[in-house]
């Protein structure tokens, strides 16, 4: 059994903050390459950020500038700062590797209100 435990999600204002976590089994962890994805409504599920092990970064255009994905290995939890939040972030946030993903968790629902 995998671990892929999101929390932090919540109901926020247009322009406000949220920070995600992520607690992974090690084995995930340890594949290298982490990332946080997202699904709206009535969209595909998609990539928002990602985070080596080394950790170099990479971004979607619709959050560069406004989130921040981290990881600490010691603990294999990974983070998702979100700042100047707008109501298209609204989605369920899930993390899992970036290469493969065979198993989700239930996600953290962001709701963002305008």
């Known amino acids: 059994q995998v671990q892929l435990v999101e929390s932090g999600g919540g109901l926020v204002q247009a322009g406000g903050s949220l920070r995600l976590s992520c607690a992974a089994s090690?084995?995930?962890?340890?594949?290298?390459?982490m990332a946080w994805y997202r699904q709206a409504p009535g969209k595909q599920r998609e990539v928002v950020a990602f985070?080596?092990?080394?950790?170099?970064?990479s971004y979607a255009d619709s959050v560069k500038d406004r989130f921040t994905i981290s990881r600490d290995n010691a603990k294999n939890t990974m983070y998702l700062q979100m700042n100047s939040l707008k109501p298209e972030d609204t989605a369920v946030y899930y993390c899992?590797?970036?290469?493969?993903?065979?198993?989700w968790g239930q996600g953290t629902q962001v709701t963002v209100s305008s």
């Open positions: 985070i080596s092990s080394g950790g170099s970064t």
């Open positions: 899992n590797v970036l290469v493969r993903p065979n198993y």
């Open positions: 090690g084995r995930l962890f340890s594949t290298g390459v």
